[in-house]
Nanobody
Framework: QVQLVESGGGLVQAGASLRLSCAASGRTFSMYTIGWFRQAPGKERELVATITSSGSTNYADSVKGRFTISRDNAKNTVFLQMNSLKPEDTALYYC????????????WGQGTQVTVSS
């Protein structure tokens, strides 16, 4: 059973940076696609970025050029570097894993709160 734990959130001013971490248990971590999602109050959950086992990345249009997803398989960790934060980035950020492209994301963590003040 893979468990994912997010950390690194906080309260920052607009324009600041944060780096979120998604730490995973399990020896097969490197095989998974990992996704970062976020959900703001009253809004649907949004896919922010993904990284495949081979390191290919994909981003939501709203974060392209500002956020960078990366992974360190030796540490079973995926990072989300968030620069030039905006108040609209305020949300609870989650990570999840996907085993194969056709499968849904699962093993959701508890999330880490990011709040950006104007």
């Amino acid at each position: 059973q893979v468990q994912l734990v997010e950390s690194g959130g906080g309260l920052v001013q607009a324009g600041a940076s944060l780096r979120l971490s998604c730490a995973a248990s399990g020896r097969t971590f490197s095989m998974y696609t990992i996704g970062w999602f976020r959900q703001a109050p009253g809004k649907e959950r949004e896919l922010v970025a993904t990284i495949t086992s081979s390191g290919s990345t994909n981003y939501a249009d709203s974060v392209k050029g500002r956020f960078t997803i990366s992974r360190d398989n030796a540490k079973n960790t995926v990072f989300l570097q968030m620069n030039s934060l905006k108040p609209e980035d305020t949300a609870l950020y989650y990570c999840a894993r996907r085993i194969i492209p056709a499968a849904p994301f699962g093993s959701w963590g508890q999330g880490t709160q990011v709040t950006v003040s104007s």
